[in-house]
Antibody, heavy 116, light 108 residues
């Protein structure tokens, strides 16, 4: 059974750094892209970007290029989304997804709250 | 790549059929079949309902169907049921992926 299991909720202050994780299981981790999707409170879905763990090919939405970093550790089948300096506007639920031009499996979501 | 355009809301009575539209451009929806649809219930993660315009994943009811004409893709739900009440999002992939703004389906 394919599963995408994300790390737990985070509460941070503006300016702090953060790295959230997503562990893929039940499939060949290096053979599929993993992506990240943002959902701000009460709003729609936004695509941040994807990584192909097989060769680390990474693509970002133009809206998020330079704002976040996507990475992966194949040894533990885990992908990451990180920020170097959080803003209040980063407050959202972040979903990891298995990406195949569409998103067939979704993680449970990680709530990131940024507040002073 | 701009966000795809969906109606903010649609509604229907149990047993009826409804269609949700998703309008893009000749550079995305019109030129590729990489259109997919997602259902999201409140507080839950989205669920894939349709890929590549009209491919229904295993486990998704055959009451859901997808189509495309020109720059507009559509998701049709027949025999509406109370459990279909949710938000629905379309997406299109070219070199990056973009979502529609979402449509709230209300079952009256």
């Amino acid at each position: 059974e394919v599963q995408m299991v994300q790390s737990g909720a985070e509460v941070k202050k503006p300016g702090e750094s953060l790295k959230i994780s997503c562990k893929g299981s039940g499939y060949s981790f290096t053979s599929y892209y993993i992506g990240w999707v943002r959902q701000m409170p009460g709003k729609g879905l936004e695509w941040l970007g994807v990584i192909y763990p097989g060769d680390s090919d990474t693509r970002y939405s133009p809206s998020f290029q330079g704002q976040v970093t996507i990475s992966a550790d194949n040894s533990i089948s885990t992908a990451y989304l990180q920020w170097s300096s959080l803003k209040a506007s980063d407050t959202a639920v972040y979903y990891c997804v298995r990406h195949r031009l569409w998103h067939d499996y979704w993680g449970q979501g990680t709530l990131v709250t940024v507040s002073s | 790549q701009s966000a795809l355009t969906q109606p903010a809301s649609v509604s229907g009575s149990p047993g009826q059929s409804i269609t949700i539209s998703c309008t893009g451009t000749s550079s995305d929806v019109g030129d590729y079949n990489h259109v997919s649809w997602y259902q999201q219930h409140p507080g839950k993660a989205p669920k894939l309902m349709m890929s590549e315009v009209s491919n229904r994943p295993s486990g998704v009811s055959n009451r859901f169907s997808g189509s495309k004409s020109g720059n507009t893709a559509s998701l049709t739900i027949s025999g509406l049921q109370a459990e279909d009440e949710a938000d629905y999002y379309c997406s299109s992939y070219t070199s990056t992926l973009v979502f529609g703004g979402g449509t709230k389906l209300t079952v009256l």
